[in-house]
């Protein structure tokens, strides 16, 4: 008897009430790599950002200009983003923490932009070395920068739905971040589940509130770390919610290295393989993700925790192609 071969898609069986199509905002270079234990050299970032690009990624965050002593994994930023060559339409965002990374961004070549707030001010002491008030006014003073030459901004509201320090979040904290980030000019506001401790009910709580504050449904993103198991859970609250962006890490890579207890992101095949069959559009190849996955595992010497990925490759997570740089 042959070994029955694992499904290569899952069924479609759409459902009322989701959007044709969404955008899935790949943040597996800069999130995904920025905690890594050993620094990963430049050649493999370029042939990350390319094998996603060419896996159909249209939205990838390529790295962030904060500086070395912060985040020695991303010092070379500027190799990173000189070294890729993205697809025509597509976007390739760099997370920059202030007017400084701003400015480095800018002569590296990079066109579009994502500011980082607290909805804390514990993270944004630990994170960016100042209160919540001073990491707003720090962001919003770069929106302003970047509207006025035409770069798009996204903002980022870390920690919307649990800090570990300060335990529960106040709801009016996120709804103000997120409010004052989109009245300054940000294009998308993304709300960070920074440690993974959210569940459905808050994400409808918190989407609903932002609304009501004047930030649209379409405005809004969801940056879901997958700690406590949660985030497909959470996408589909999104989903029925309105959030059409998803922010994801090819094999679940990632964590901000300043929030204890953290771990990855949500992996974009687990979300590709949920989206695909809710008969979502997303652009992306699956099969192609999840090779990825499995390279970027081989090339790590680490496993990757994508359970679509481990089952499309069938391999266990551990086991993957040949590095190829
Ligand atoms: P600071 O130490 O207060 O900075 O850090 P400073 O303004 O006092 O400057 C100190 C030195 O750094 C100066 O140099 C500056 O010129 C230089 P010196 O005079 O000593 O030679 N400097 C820079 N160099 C390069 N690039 C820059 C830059 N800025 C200043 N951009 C700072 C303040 C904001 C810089 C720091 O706190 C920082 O970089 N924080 C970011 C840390 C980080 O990257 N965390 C991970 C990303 S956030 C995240 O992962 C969460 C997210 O995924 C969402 C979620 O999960 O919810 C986005
Ligand atoms: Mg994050």
Redesign the pocket.
């Given at each position: 008897m042959t070994t029955p071969l694992p499904r290569s898609h899952p069924r479609v069986v759409p459902r009322e009430g989701m959007p044709a199509a969404v955008t899935v905002y790949e943040v597996g270079p800069r999130?995904g790599l920025?905690a890594e234990t050993d620094v990963i050299p430049t050649a493999v970032k370029s042939e990350l950002c390319a094998r996603l690009f060419a896996a159909g990624t249209r939205a990838l965050e390529l790295t962030?200009?904060?500086?070395p002593s912060?985040?020695p994994q991303l010092a070379d930023a500027h190799a990173v983003v000189a070294s890729v060559r993205p697809p025509e339409g597509a976007r390739a965002v760099a997370?920059?923490?202030?007017r400084?990374?701003f400015e480095?961004a800018l002569a590296a070549g990079v066109r579009e932009v994502a500011v980082?707030v607290s909805a804390t001010d514990a993270f944004a002491r630990a994170?960016?070395?100042t209160d919540r008030a001073g990491s707003l006014a720090r962001s919003a003073a770069v929106v302003t920068d970047a509207r006025a030459i035409g770069i798009p901004v996204r903002g980022?509201v870390?920690m919307a739905f649990g800090d570990p320090w300060e335990g529960d979040v106040d709801v009016a904290a996120v709804v103000d971040a997120a409010a004052e980030l989109y009245g300054a000019g940000c294009r998308t506001i993304a709300l960070?589940d920074?440690i993974g401790v959210a569940t459905p009910g808050d994400v409808e709580r918190i989407v609903d509130a932002v609304e009501d504050a004047g930030v649209p449904r379409s405005a809004l993103a969801l940056?879901l770390?997958d700690t406590y198991g949660q985030a497909l859970a959470n996408v589909l609250a999104g989903l029925q919610s309105g959030v059409t962006e998803f922010d994801s890490s090819v094999g679940g890579l990632g964590r901000?290295?300043?929030a204890p207890g953290a771990t990855g992101n949500l992996a974009t095949e687990d979300l590709v393989w949920m989206l695909e069959g809710l008969g979502i559009r997303t652009g992306l190849d699956i099969a192609a993700l999840a090779r990825t996955s499995s390279w970027l595992a081989g090339v790590r010497g680490r496993p990757h925790v994508s359970r679509v990925a481990a089952a499309l490759t069938r391999t266990p997570p551990e086991l993957s192609e040949e590095p190829s740089v």
């Open positions: 999130d920025q962030s200009f904060v500086p912060w985040v997370l920059v923490p202030n400084r990374g480095d980082v994170n960016l070395n980022y870390s960070g920074t940056h770390h901000c290295p300043y």
